[in-house]
């Protein structure tokens, strides 16, 4: 298994950015597609972006389009999430995860590891 370290949460106000990364183990990080989820207080975990393996492929949810950015620097085991103009409504633990396959993948059972979690919060 992958083992993730998420970091680059906080407060920030609406309209601001933040970048959160996450730092992977293992020498197979290239053949894993990533994603990040994100989960509010008593909801379920949504998705918010994933890359494939190579990094030429991206997916965004809806909600984000525009405005958030997933890369991968598969030299140092790191994928980000750039997330500008940020709105109250990003606030939630945002997760990193690992896919098993390379490609990019939207669904929870798709993924194998997860990382902790970091807290985002979006104050008006």
């Known amino acids: 298994q992958v083992q993730l370290v998420e970091s680059g949460g906080g407060l920030v106000q609406a309209g601001g950015s933040l970048r959160l990364s996450c730092a992977a183990s293992?020498?197979?990080?290239?053949?894993?597609?990533m994603g990040w989820f994100r989960q509010e207080p008593e909801k379920e975990r949504d998705f918010v972006a994933a890359i494939s393996g190579s990094g030429r492929t991206t997916l965004y949810a809806d909600s984000v389009k525009g405005r958030f950015t997933i890369s991968r620097d598969n030299a140092k085991n790191t994928v980000y999430l750039q997330m500008n103009s940020l709105k109250r409504e990003d606030t939630a633990v945002y997760y990193c995860?690992?896919?098993?396959?390379?490609?990019?993948?939207?669904?929870?059972?798709?993924?194998?590891?997860w990382g902790q979690g970091t807290q985002v919060t979006v104050s008006s």
């Open positions: 293992g020498r197979t990080f290239s053949t894993n597609g």
């Open positions: 995860a690992a896919a098993l396959s390379p490609w990019a993948r939207m669904t929870e059972s798709d993924f194998s590891s």
